[in-house]
């Protein structure tokens, strides 16, 4: 079964920092997502990504898909408060989807 | 690790009948329920969030009187799809937050929902 492996797992960064979050997958990725939930909220959809070497931006955040197409970055410019919370990357496996276990991301004034 | 039940897990109805699906937290207590839609090769969304005995919170653009969710108890939410037609046939997903850790989100294992 695939299997979606997230590092680090927590983060702690300086505000206005850079940083980078990654997502390897045991297996092909044939659509992976990126979301990001903050405590105790729903997970919010923020990029798919599905060709290899496909990247994709939204304000401050950029993700990535590998050309073989089993590993995604996540990448965050000049780091704000409201970036923190949990990012999450998702599959879709054979018959359901795929989690990473979540990367808690913290960003100190 | 906790675990989340959906129920059923296939369904198959005609349009214009209810359909209901059942989440439940198996081992803890789950103040709050979320209930996602995916479409085919396409991201979960946020449709709504459930806590228990209050009314649920809807995501813009999703209808609260097709999609009626009730969560009456802390190990249980339910998602009515009313009147169903064939665009609502999708693949719902429910998640539940632990009483006892308010940012740890398990989801269940999803209902096919097909709607001839």
């Known amino acids: 079964s695939q299997e979606l492996e997230q590092s680090p797992q927590s983060l702690i960064v300086q505000e206005g920092k850079n940083l980078t979050i990654n997502c390897t997958s045991s297996k092909t990725l044939y659509g992976l997502y990126w979301y990001k939930q903050k405590y105790g909220e729903g997970l919010i959809f923020l990029m798919m990504l599905q060709k290899g070497g496909e990247e994709k931006s939204h304000e401050k955040i950029t993700a990535k898909l590998d050309e073989k197409k089993q590993q995604s970055s996540l990448h965050i410019t000049a780091s704000q408060p409201s970036h923190a919370g949990i990012y999450l990357c998702?599959?879709?496996?054979?018959?359901?989807?795929?989690f990473g276990q979540g990367t808690r991301l913290t960003i100190n004034p | 690790g906790a675990v989340v039940s959906q129920h059923p897990s296939r369904v198959i109805c005609k349009s214009g009948t209810s359909v209901k699906i059942e989440c439940r937290s198996l081992d803890f207590q789950a103040t709050t329920m979320f209930w996602y839609r995916q479409f085919p090769k396409q991201s979960l969304m946020l449709m709504a969030t459930?806590?228990?005995?209050?009314?649920?919170?809807?995501e813009q653009g999703v209808e609260k009187d097709k999609f009626l969710i009730n969560h009456a108890s802390l190990t249980l939410s339910t998602l009515t799809v009313t009147s169903a037609h064939p665009e609502d046939s999708s693949f719902y997903i429910c998640s539940a937050i632990s009483r006892a850790s308010s940012y740890e989100q398990y989801f269940g294992p999803g209902t096919r929902l097909t709607v001839t």
């Open positions: 459930s806590n228990e005995g209050s009314k649920a919170t809807y």
């Open positions: 998702g599959a879709d496996g054979a018959q359901k989807l795929v």
